[in-house]
């Protein structure tokens, strides 16, 4: 009798044969192993078929096209900014996705959202002497609508760009896309979010409710824009300027255009600009997505399309500091925020998505800068210096 030797380690495959009617055949139905411990062929059941393997969420499709390496980068800086975000480490972690969905773990957009309001809510006192109380009171109610209305449209853009964000690896990880907040629960959270902006603009005085009501187009129409052309950004910047306009009934000053308009555009080419280079990190995704923007547009001119447009926000808002009879406070940090910008920019590497990050981040830090400095003329002129 023919023994076969054992094999030690590895569990080794052989072929089996056997005579049939028609001679010697393979049988090829079946694999075998040798053990290492019997010498008896051990036959292992046949692999499953391709039919019975379930089919693949668009979820997991989606994920499918990334290298490995980027969704782990995306899962570690998501989870990254949660555990250094205090609000989430008291919240309950059913109501954290719903944060996210407001981007409060990145409250850069609440405020490039709300200085445009703080502008425009200090010049207007400051043009007609408004007691502090008053100011304080409106621009206490613009922190917390900015918040609100920012979260609304954070959630518009994401109940429409889910189908887009699980094709850019930045944006893999959001509520909706990667699953951990459905359609429905975000429409009914949107809902929410629109009631407490509502009765934010209710407690302000009702010039405020209506010219409130018109930026309303705006800002359910910048999703759609960056499907169907390249200048999406021009619907988030009239969205984000429109504070410089509430400013003003928010502390009951009349709507003075020769002041409103020039800083509403102001905060326009502002935001066209910090805005475009925030474009540039996902330019390569955007591609492949099919989203459109002004850095795929204008690409290698962006640089000095965004310096033309430095140049006529300086002009603007000094234009609409002389309207407004502003004093030296205005004139000083504005020309030492409005220089910020220009050095900036002329450092931003366009291509590297960490620097354009940076260069969107430092932004607020300059709109604070200018704020700062109508502030000063404000306290000045209540204390009798101005």
Not at 148 to 157: D, K, L
Not at 183 to 191: E, K, R
Not at 209 to 217: E, I, R, V
Not at 345 to 373: A, E, M, Q, S
Request: hydrophobic letters at 45%; proline letters at 6%.
């Amino acid at each position: 009798m023919f023994i076969l030797p054992p094999i030690r380690g590895a569990l080794k495959a052989a072929p089996i044969w056997r005579r049939t009617s028609l001679g010697t055949k393979w049988l090829s139905t079946t694999s075998v192993r040798f053990s290492s411990q019997k010498e008896q062929p051990i036959a292992s059941p046949p692999s499953k078929s391709r039919s019975n393997t379930k089919p693949m969420t668009s979820l997991e499709m989606a994920r499918s096209k990334f290298k490995p390496e980027e969704l782990e980068a995306a899962r570690i800086a998501r989870e990254t900014l949660i555990q250094n975000t205090p609000l989430y480490r008291v919240l309950p972690t059913k109501w954290i996705p719903y944060a996210e969905l407001m981007r409060l773990e990145k409250p850069g957009g609440t405020h490039l959202l709300l200085i445009p309001s703080l502008w425009g809510i200090t010049m207007a006192a400051y043009s007609i002497h408004a007691p502090l109380t008053t100011t304080l009171s409106a621009i206490g109610l613009f922190t917390i609508g900015a918040v609100i209305m920012r979260g609304a449209g954070c959630t518009i853009n994401d109940i429409w760009d889910r189908d887009l964000d699980n094709q850019v690896a930045r944006t893999m990880e959001r509520p909706i896309t990667s699953g951990r907040v459905s359609v429905g629960q975000a429409v009914t959270f949107l809902a929410a979010e629109c009631f407490a902006g509502l009765a934010v603009l209710l407690s302000l005085p009702f010039e405020c409710f209506y010219l409130g009501a018109l930026s309303l187009p705006f800002v359910f129409s910048y999703p759609l824009f960056k499907r169907f052309t390249y200048y999406p950004q021009i619907m988030l910047s009239i969205t984000f300027s429109w504070g410089c306009l509430l400013g003003f009934p928010a502390v009951h000053a009349p709507l003075d255009l020769w002041v409103a308009v020039p800083l509403f555009l102001t905060k326009f080419f502002w935001s066209m600009s910090y805005d475009t280079v925030y474009a540039h990190q996902d330019k390569l995704y955007d591609i492949k997505a099919g989203i459109k923007s002004t850095a795929l547009k204008w690409q290698d001119k962006s640089r000095s399309i965004i310096y033309g447009m430095t140049a006529v926000q300086s002009s603007l808002y000094g234009f609409a500091g002389i309207m407004n009879h502003m004093g030296p406070g205005f004139f000083i940090f504005g020309a030492y925020g409005m220089t910020r910008m220009f050095l900036k920019l002329r450092k931003v590497n366009l291509d590297n998505p960490d620097d354009c990050w940076k260069f969107f981040n430092d932004n607020i830090r300059t709109g604070y800068i200018l704020w700062f400095g109508i502030v000063v003329d404000y306290i000045m002129q209540l204390l009798g210096y101005l």
